[in-house]
Every structure is written in C-alpha cells, then in structure tokens.
C-alpha cells in the first residue's frame, strides 16, 4: 500500500506578495525587490516540496 508523503504546511501557505503602491523611483525599487524575494520563497518552497515527494 502507497504511502502518501508528508508535505509541512507551511510549504503550501501562499507565497505574500506586495501590495506597495511605487510612487518614486527608490519605491520601485524596492517593490522589485520584495516580488524578487517573493518569487525565490516560491521556488525554494517548490524544491522543498519536490525533494519530499522524492524520498519515496
């Protein structure tokens, strides 16, 4: 019988993306960067998930 893989929780939460509204250059900047770090938790979460489902 199969057994299904253990997956934390915390690895499907939704990834937060910012809502910060730019309104000068310095802003958006920092926008890029809070989607850049958005995105990297993403894929980090993503390769964490892959390496469980792996294991089997």
Not at 36 to 41: G, I, K, P, T
Request: charged share 25%.
């Amino acid at each position: 019988m199969p057994v299904k893989p253990e997956v934390p929780a915390q690895l499907l939460e939704p990834t937060p993306i910012s809502t910060r509204q730019p309104v000068t250059y310095r802003d958006l900047a920092i926008l890029a960067t809070e989607h850049l770090n958005s995105a990297q938790q993403a894929n980090d979460d993503k390769a964490a998930i892959k390496q469980i489902l792996a294991e089997d």
